[in-house]
């Protein structure tokens, strides 16, 4: 079973993705920011993390960046799904640069969700 960490300040974010994933058959963790979230990957094995990017104390960027670069393989390698309101064109070399492996932007749907699990846990 997988296990998905899902970054988010705000808490009925979290829990609309917690209730879409109840039907996948994945374990989730959740944190506040990214600071909780890099606490949490310190202490266990995270199969992909949804990473909203808008946090206080340290945002998805950060936080991303910082697992990219500070954490040992496997960890650093981790899949990273970023998710934001905003146009992601504005944001496009950012997302990159940092190492998001997929960007979904919201509001986003059921399908939109799967799709973003089934893209970054499936072995090509």
């Given at each position: 079973m997988a296990k998905i960490l899902i970054v988010d300040d705000i808490f009925v974010n979290r829990l609309l993705l917690k209730e879409v994933m109840k039907s996948l058959n994945v374990t989730c963790l959740e944190a506040q920011n990214g600071k909780e979230a890099i606490g949490i990957i310190t202490?266990?094995?995270?199969?992909l993390v949804f990473?909203?990017?808008?946090?206080?104390v340290m945002n998805g960027?950060?936080?991303t960046k910082y697992i990219r670069e500070k954490f040992p393989?496997?960890?650093?390698h981790?899949?990273?799904v970023a998710l934001t309101a905003?146009?992601?064109a504005n944001f496009f070399e950012?997302?990159?640069?940092?190492g998001f492996d997929f960007l979904m932007t919201k509001?986003?749907?059921i399908e939109k969700i799967k799709q973003a699990i089934e893209k970054v846990l499936t072995p090509i």
């Open positions: 202490k266990e094995k995270v199969d990473m909203d990017i808008e946090m206080p960027l950060e936080t393989s496997p960890q650093k981790t899949p990273i905003h146009n992601p950012d997302f990159r640069d940092v509001p986003y749907s």
